[in-house]
């Protein structure tokens, strides 16, 4: 345990002593396996974490517990779109942000002074005064953007993405239609629904299509940074 985890767990024991909290030690000990882990955990890894040092508590006990390190200000819950809660340290003073991968469930921090000022300005722009704030930034991780190919199935691409059709494997109907939907190759479109079933939704253009799924596995596409081909002009 390093010198800051000497310092919260000090002073986390003084506030559930003055408390008259039960079971203390066991509290002492949650906190210990807590401030141990840098990761961002759920109920379920603390609990295994917990076993994994001889502590076998009940499930119910260590949620309270965390939830109570939650409201003394020693944690803070997290919940990323599609994770379950997690848990992870709150060092005063210290403040930082996330990048998910939608993939594998990734989570990596991140602190950058210049964000943080900007978020303060454009609040107070529109009159706020800022109290909190949240910044998640989802997407591939290097790891998982690495094991993709450099071609895939246009019924592959993750919403959000942005893609460069670079063949039409159909045949000759297949590309009939979507010369019809005016999509061609070396087109830049951008995924804004994919759900796995049912049709994907893209933007091409200025119009939204909607292409079927059959169609998407036929349309091989690479991923792409450029923004969209066209920026689309407010109305006058
Ligand atoms: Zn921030
Ligand atoms: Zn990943
Ligand atoms: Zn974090």
């Known amino acids: 345990m390093d010198k800051r985890d000497i310092v919260e ?129 989802y997407g591939l991780c290097d790891e998982c953007l690495a094991q993709r190919r450099p071609l895939m199935p246009l019924s592959m691409a993750k919403a959000g993405e942005r893609v460069v059709v670079k063949e039409m494997t159909g045949g000759r109907q297949a590309r009939a239609r979507l010369a019809e939907m005016g999509l061609r190759v070396g087109d830049r479109i951008e995924v804004i629904n994919n759900n796995g079933l049912g049709r994907l939704i893209l933007a091409h253009d200025c119009t939204r299509l909607a292409v079927g799924r059959g169609i998407a596995h036929k349309i091989m596409v690479s991923l792409t940074d450029a923004p969209p081909d066209v920026i689309c002009q407010e109305d006058k």
């Open 9 to 137: 767990r000090t002073n986390f024991k003084a506030l559930v002593e003055a408390d008259g909290s039960d079971r203390l030690q066991d509290r002492l000990n949650i906190i210990d396996v807590f401030l141990d882990t840098e990761d961002h955990i759920t109920l379920e890894e603390m609990i295994r974490l917990l076993k994994e040092k001889g502590y076998d508590y009940d499930p119910d006990f260590v949620r309270r517990c965390l939830n109570r390190m939650v409201e003394l200000g020693f944690a803070q819950r997290k919940q990323f779109e599609g994770q379950p809660i997690r848990y992870e340290h709150r060092h005063l003073g210290r403040h930082h942000d996330h990048l998910i991968c939608t993939k594998c469930g990734k989570i990596v921090e991140f602190a950058n002074e210049e964000i943080e000022r900007l978020q303060m300005k454009v609040a107070a722009q529109q009159g706020f005064h800022m109290l909190q704030h949240r910044m998640e930034i």
